[in-house]
């Protein structure tokens, strides 16, 4: 079975601009999770998606964003990004509210 | 609130010797699971173990072992006979209840083990 995918894997955005980062659950998985991963602030969760709606949110603000499709591929988006934004961001699938599996991760880096 | 800390920010060991690392959480939900995830350099989040509250039970698989205590909230993680290869950071992560349902894993700050020949 197929892990997690992410795209892209590397982005570079410059600040004030948005962004959209892909993920593709593993087969049959219907949650996707997403975290940040920064050095100063470590991982946190941003928000779980399930039968596309969302079901559980960090405490970010209103410019990240995420979506989930009917084949369970989410997306997030962070619209005027900061030069704080920069991170690694996670995606994760499960089945329901079992074990999450984890993937390369998108690393975003803002200018 | 849940938390979980990993006090030990990094440790060396000489290949072969036997590593512990720690981990101490927090919560209130009576219902709960520990993890323990391994990052190396590449990044991505390799899933090692989990655990849920009822069950105390150490395990042992090929080099790595598990000790959970519910009476002190420690969840450590022992690697024996350590290989140059197991050098990553590692994390502790909780997971409770939540309202509706559903997955948010509580993070420690990791462990960066660094194994040398």
């Known amino acids: 079975k197929a892990g997690v995918t992410q795209t892209p894997r590397y982005l570079i955005k410059t600040r004030g601009q948005q962004v959209t980062l892909s993920c593709s659950p593993i087969?049959?998985?219907?949650?996707v999770s997403w975290y940040q991963q920064t050095p100063g602030q470590g991982l946190q969760f941003l928000f779980e998606?399930?039968?596309?709606?969302?079901?559980n949110k960090g405490n970010f603000p209103g410019r990240f964003s995420g979506r989930q499709f009917s084949n369970s591929r989410s997306e997030m988006n962070v619209s005027t990004l900061e030069l704080g934004d920069s991170a690694l961001y996670l995606c994760?699938?499960?089945?329901?509210?079992?074990?999450?599996?984890f993937g390369p991760g998108t690393r975003l880096t803002v200018l | 609130a849940q938390k979980v800390t990993q006090a030990q920010t990094e440790i060396s060991v000489v290949e072969k010797e036997d590593v512990t690392l720690d981990c101490v959480y927090e919560?209130?939900?009576?219902?709960?699971?520990l993890f323990w995830y391994k990052q190396p350099p590449s990044g991505e989040l390799v899933f090692l173990i989990r655990?849920?509250?009822?069950?105390?039970q150490n395990e042992i698989s090929g080099r790595y072992s598990w000790n959970f205590q519910k009476s002190t909230s420690s969840f450590n993680f022992t690697i024996t006979a350590s290989q140059v290869v197991d050098s990553a950071v590692y994390f502790c992560?909780?997971?409770?209840?939540?309202?509706?349902?559903?997955?948010?894993?509580?993070f420690g700050t990791g462990t960066q083990l660094k194994v040398e020949l």
């Open positions: 994760a699938s499960s089945l329901d509210e079992g074990t999450q599996y």
């Open positions: 087969s049959g998985h219907r949650s």
């Open positions: 998606y399930f039968s596309e709606t969302q079901r």
């Open positions: 919560t209130r939900d009576t219902t709960y699971y």
């Open positions: 655990r849920n509250s009822f069950d105390e």
């Open positions: 992560a909780l997971s409770g209840r939540l309202t509706g349902g559903g997955n948010k894993l509580t």
